[in-house]
T-cell receptor, first 113, second 117 residues
């Protein structure tokens, strides 16, 4: 069974700092990996999708990488802002009986002004 | 596009009552997922439809839960009878093809917060 782990569970940083969130998965059968953001009481917002054939994706201040051989993905946030405060979730797409998206437990990020 | 639309946003019901959650996926998406989120267990996949057909319902906790997708633009998740331990946020997500090779990107609705008292 696929397991997705995120480290750290919580992170507090001062504004302007660059930071890295980590995600690891147990089964290299993951073919894509997706990063989401969730604000309190809200739904999940898709940030980046890394396809199996890619190694990284960038959107603005966000950069996500995927290394299937080591079972790891990282989300890099440059020049963090208080508005970045949220829970960040990674999820791996795996081809089982059809497609299945398995989530990690998330990293709760607080960016202090 | 308005995104994935779920209703109601909040539902409070008494134990034993029937609860129906509704979802309208993004137009053109051909896969739909129901997830449940709790503090204890995080996000759990309940059931997954592809082209309106249930593909994987192994996450449905018990027979009290049922889901239908009568057409490409509507799905329901029903709990009958509801119990306090069903209290959670229920999310619906839909997917589209992204690029080539059959890869997918999921988009989530805002969720339905269910409280069973």
């Amino acid at each position: 069974k696929q397991e997705v782990t995120q480290i750290p569970a919580a992170l507090s940083v001062p504004e302007g700092e660059n930071l890295v969130l980590n995600c690891s998965f147990t089964d290299s059968a993951i073919y894509n990996l997706q990063w989401f953001r969730q604000d309190p009481g809200k739904g999940l917002t898709s940030l980046l999708l890394i396809q199996s054939s890619q190694r990284e994706q960038t959107s603005g201040r966000l950069n996500a990488s995927l290394d299937k051989s080591s079972g790891r993905s990282t989300l890099y946030i440059a020049a963090s802002q208080p508005g970045d405060s949220a829970t960040y979730l990674c999820a791996g797409w795996e081809e089982t009986s059809g497609s299945r998206l398995t989530f990690g437990e998330g990293t709760q990020l607080t960016v202090n002004p | 596009d308005a995104g994935v639309i779920q209703s109601p946003r909040h539902e409070v019901t008494e134990m034993g009552q029937e609860v129906t959650l509704r979802c309208k996926p993004i137009s053109g998406h051909n896969s739909l997922f129901w997830y449940r989120q709790t503090m204890m267990r995080g996000l759990e996949l309940l059931i997954y439809f592809n082209n309106n057909v249930p593909i994987d319902d192994s996450g449905m906790p018990e027979d009290r839960f049922s889901a239908k997708m009568p057409n490409a633009s509507f799905s329901t998740l029903k709990i009958q009878p509801s119990e306090p331990r069903d209290s959670a946020v229920y999310f619906c997500a839909s997917t589209r093809e992204h690029g080539t090779g059959g890869s997918t990107e999921a988009f989530f609705g805002q969720g339905t917060r269910l409280t069973v008292v």
